[in-house]
Structures are given as C-alpha cells and as structure tokens.
C-alpha cells in the first residue's frame, strides 16, 4: 500500500532560508526516517522519529511528527546550495517490516 | 564511521544475461535488504533477510531473483534472466534492531 508521500514534489529556495517538507503517511507506524539523496546517488540517513516522539533535532535539520494527522516535517534551516537534493521519507510499520519510501521532495537551494 | 559497501557500483549486461550484485552490510547488522529505484521513480522494497532466510519478499521479488549470504559478511542479490526493465539502482541496506536503517552507494545495472 502506498505510504509516505511527501510535498511538495519540487521546492526550490534561495540560500540561507529555511526550506520544509512535509510527509504524510495512511497506516500506523513505529518509526519514521529522512533520507536524502543526491542526484544518481545512495541514501543517505539523516533522522529517524520513533512513533511516541514529537519532534527531534540534528544540527540543522528538525523533523516533526503528528501520529494524529499522520504526517511529518522535515525542516532545514539556513539552507545551503550544498543541501540541493531529493529528500525522502520512509516508514517502518512495526519492528521488522520493510521501510516504504515516498515519492521524494527535489530540494535546490540557489546561491 | 561503519558504512554498507556495493560492488560493482555500475554493471552493464545484456538482456537474459545472470547478473550479481554485492553488498557488504556493516558488521554488527542483523537485518538485510534489496530495494531498487527506476530512473526518477520511488525507491522500492524488493526482499529483506534474516537470520539467513528470506523473512519478506515484494511482488517484484520474482522467481529471477535470489538472494544469499554466502559468508558471514557479503549479501548478494542475483538476477538470474535479466529483462530491459530491470534496468534501475539497487540499494543494499541493513540495520542492527528496530532503528535506523542505512544503504549502500547503489549498483547502477544497465540492461541492453
């Protein structure tokens, strides 16, 4: 089933401003994790927010999470021609299930 | 810093021909994966792995695929007939318990 689509599909900022993505999820879930990817690239990891967790804070990156909406945030501040990429988010429903990854958000942050 | 490794990272066949792809998850790690992305699509889950058995496999996952731990650190995924479109990057991933889950760089396989 389809799970974690992410908004929007392109997001492009100036450098130096906070760029957000949302994502939004159908079924019940134990965590949830961003990724980033760069273009032709692997992923890369970048937080992870457990299912009884409402926000959580990495450098500059802080994600939220709303289990009542079924939703997330990804915000990144102060952003970076460097941070230019697609972002992702993946859901895991329960311990040992597959994670399921949105569509992604192309991120490009012009100098 | 322990990372998941992917050889070859491109690997171009001809159509019908075996491929494999390797992976070395990070050593402490229990929990094994294949996903694949087409071109400008989704990352998708193929099959994940567990105390050296398939513990779930997608609709993709089909009778072309396999998928073994030969010893106690490679993880490869064989496609035995490849098919144009089975032209994408596989990610090989794996995690330690019930948290974060990291991937490799990618085999880019080309199909002609």
């Known amino acids: 089933s389809q799970q974690g689509e992410e908004d929007p599909q392109a997001l492009s900022i100036q450098e130096g401003e906070n760029a957000t993505m949302n994502c939004s999820y159908k079924?019940?879930?134990?965590?949830l994790q961003w990724y980033r990817q760069n273009s032709g690239r692997g992923l890369v990891h970048l937080i992870l927010i457990r299912s009884n967790e409402r926000e959580k804070h990495s450098g500059r990156l802080r994600v939220t999470l709303d289990t009542s909406k079924k939703s997330s945030s990804l915000l990144i501040t102060a952003s970076r021609a460097a941070d230019t990429a697609s972002y992702f988010c993946a859901t895991r429903n329960s311990g040992n299930t597959p994670l399921v990854f949105g569509k992604g958000t192309r991120l490009s942050v012009i100098a | 810093e322990p990372e998941v490794t992917q050889t070859p990272s491109h690997q171009v066949t001809q159509m019908g021909q075996e491929v494999i792809l390797r992976c070395v998850p990070i050593?402490?790690?229990?929990?094994f994966y294949w996903y694949r992305q087409i071109l400008g699509q989704k990352v998708e889950f193929l099959v994940s792995f567990y105390n050296n058995e398939i513990s779930e496999k997608s609709e993709i996952f089909d009778d072309q695929f396999s998928v073994e731990r030969p010893d106690g650190s490679n993880f490869t995924l064989k496609i035995r007939s490849t098919k144009l479109e089975d032209s994408a990057m596989y990610f090989c991933?794996?995690?330690?318990?019930?948290?974060?889950?990291?991937f490799g760089p990618g085999t880019r396989l080309t199909v002609l």
């Open positions: 079924t019940s879930i134990n965590n």
């Open positions: 991933a794996s995690r330690a318990g019930v948290d974060e889950q990291f």
């Open positions: 050593s402490n790690h229990l929990y």
